[in-house]
């Protein structure tokens, strides 16, 4: 629709996560209207996280260090290991301030339709974690869709011969919901999951 170098960045925009057409195009725009030193400062500061952000030897979270905060910290949990799909993840629980131990991030899920199968996974890695470290509890915090209860399933399988326990983060109605509105299936985990009061 518009041509040169504006076109390149609305498409360029486009093609993030979460951004469709309209976003880009108002994205691209806010950017044409911003000062110079403002759009040099946001190019400089996505060229820096590119260069020096990587990946957690042990957990693969995102660090700017060989080790991330969480895997270097002496006070957390060492028995017990939370895996999640996603870097991004772990914030989410970390706000929870209910786990203490430590992360591992899978870099996905399994998912057939799109060619992501255990091997693309960090599936081993999270073996030699378990039978190298005291882990006593791997607890499993994939999404709760096709794809994370697949992968879970693959996790139970795989440390089944550690020993080791195998728990899943529990499903069900939110806080503060009501069940008009809860679909068949997350009042189907309600009632399954139900505890004793």
Not at 72 to 90: N, P, Q, W
Request: contains cysteine; aromatic residues 4%; charged residues 25%.
């Amino acid at each position: 629709m518009y041509e040169g170098s504006l076109q390149d960045l609305i498409d360029a925009l486009g093609r993030l996560p979460g951004v469709g057409p309209k976003s880009a195009q108002r994205l691209a725009f806010h950017l044409l209207q911003t000062d110079a030193a403002t759009v040099e400062n946001l190019a400089k500061l996505l060229l820096e996280v590119k260069q020096k952000v990587k990946s957690c030897k042990t957990c693969g979270a995102v660090s700017e260090t060989e080790m991330c905060n969480i895997c270097s910290d002496t006070r957390r949990d060492l028995t017990s290991i939370c895996v999640v799909e996603e870097a991004k993840d772990i914030s989410s629980l970390e706000k929870t301030r209910e786990f203490k131990g430590r992360y591992h991030v899978l870099g996905g899920v399994i998912s057939p339709i799109d060619g992501i199968g255990p091997d693309q996974l960090r599936i081993k890695e999270l073996f030699t974690r378990v039978t190298t470290e005291e882990t006593k509890e791997v607890i499993v915090a994939t999404n709760p869709n096709l794809e994370g209860e697949a992968t879970a399933a693959y996790l139970v399988r795989v440390l089944e011969s550690t020993g080791v326990l195998v728990t899943r983060l529990a499903s069900g109605l939110p806080v503060g919901g009501e069940l008009e509105y809860a679909d068949e299936v997350t009042l189907g985990r309600a009632l399954k999951n139900r505890r004793k009061l």
